[in-house]
């Protein structure tokens, strides 16, 4: 999946003042988010405004282990490494916030997000052949964030690189092996950091879409008290994003 932007950009960075730029400065038909009709005074009305931003994506976990090899789980047989890959299927994740333009070439941005992955069943855990059906796994959170555009990938493309650094506070995991629902790692609150690259394209003067692509960090919970079969590793996933936004 993908997610998108709807942002109005601001005028990409020519010298150390941009009000004063003539069209020249810029390719031809966009320049820099200001439209395809430029004037100095529309650029700097554009740039320095606030956008509302909505994101929709899919997300992979990559890394990371929910159950730990060598646990005893009696009869002889123990544990294996269960990842977080093997343990949950591609989900999802929207988020909504504000962004602005800080100069022509970086924007900074807070938003609040959710998401969520199924469960996989029948997940190989123990040495012994023993299996278990996973809960789906839910967080939501709050992130700031920070855009820089680093130039044109063509009249219509702005490519940038981008970094977020939040918290998310997860559900508890649990796992089911026949017996009832055993929880493996404890609901918390835990810090997130991604790092994510993408191209923006304006749709008009107040409104642009955007394709990303990175990695995200989430930390580790808690095992759960008891049988103590979880894994309190973090983890890492690969969100790919569609993000819209809307100037005003």
């Not at 469960?119 to 855990?125: Q, S, T």
């Not at 130039?151 to 490519?159: E, N, S, V």
């Amino acid at each position: 999946m993908g997610a998108i932007a709807i942002a109005g950009t601001g005028c990409a960075y020519q010298g150390s003042s941009y009000g004063a730029h003539s069209p020249a400065s810029y390719p031809t038909p966009y320049y820099g988010g200001c439209g395809s009709s430029y004037t100095p005074q529309g650029c700097q009305n554009n740039v320095g405004g606030t956008r509302f931003d909505l994101e929709l994506g899919a997300e992979q976990f990559v890394s990371g282990d929910i159950i730990g090899a060598g646990n005893a789980l009696g009869g002889g047989d123990t544990t294996l490494d269960v990842g977080y890959k093997d343990a949950f299927k591609s989900g999802y994740r929207v988020a909504a916030g504000l962004a602005r333009d800080i100069n022509p070439s970086t924007t900074v941005s807070a938003k609040g997000f959710y998401n969520e992955a199924d469960g996989e069943d029948g997940v190989l855990f123990g040495s012994g052949g023993q299996t278990a059906s996973f809960s789906d796994y839910k967080s939501y959170g709050a992130e700031l964030g920070l855009r820089k555009y680093v130039g044109y990938g063509g009249a219509q493309l702005r490519p940038y690189l981008g970094g977020t650094v939040g918290a998310a506070y997860v559900d508890d995991i649990s796992a089911d092996d026949g017996g009832g629902p055993i929880v493996l790692n404890d609901a918390t609150w835990v810090p997130t950091a991604s790092g994510t690259a993408g191209f923006e394209m304006p749709l008009s003067q107040t409104g642009a879409i955007a394709l990303e692509a990175g990695l995200r960090w989430t930390g580790k919970q808690d095992r759960a008290a008891g049988l103590g079969l979880g894994e309190d590793s973090s983890r890492l996933s690969v969100p790919v994003t569609l993000r819209g936004s809307f100037r005003f």
